[in-house]
């Protein structure tokens, strides 16, 4: 089993900047992408970037330029930089992993809150 808890939530002021973790327990071994999402308050759960195993990344044309996903295999953990927060960035940040026969993986979410 696979297990992902988000971690690095906060109240960020526009234009600061946020890391969140995605710490994984049991193997990643059959997870072809990894992933983060987000979903705001009345809003459907939305696709903010992708990883891949091989490295490719994808990213939500509203993030393109100012997030960053990552990850460090030795710490089993995927990393989501965030930086220029902008208000619509508000939402919760949820980590997924994708297994090709079990399905999705997902945590439990952290809050993100952007504003002044």
């Known amino acids: 089993q696979v297990q992902l808890v988000e971690s690095g939530g906060d109240l960020v002021q526009p234009g600061g900047s946020l890391r969140l973790s995605c710490a994984a327990s049991?193997?990643?071994?059959?997870?072809?992408?990894m992933a983060w999402y987000r979903q705001a308050p009345g809003k459907q759960r939305e696709l903010v970037a992708s990883?891949?195993?091989?490295?490719?990344?994808n990213y939500a044309d509203s993030v393109k330029g100012r997030f960053a996903i990552s990850r460090d295999n030795a710490k089993n953990t995927v990393y989501l930089q965030m930086n220029s927060l902008k208000p619509e960035d508000t939402a919760v940040y949820y980590c997924?992993?994708?297994?090709?026969?079990?399905?999705?993986?997902w945590g439990q979410g952290t809050q993100v809150t952007v504003s002044s």
């Open positions: 049991g193997s990643l071994f059959s997870i072809t992408i």
């Open positions: 990883l891949t195993r091989s490295g490719s990344t």
């Open positions: 997924n992993a994708m297994h090709p026969y079990q399905g999705a993986y």
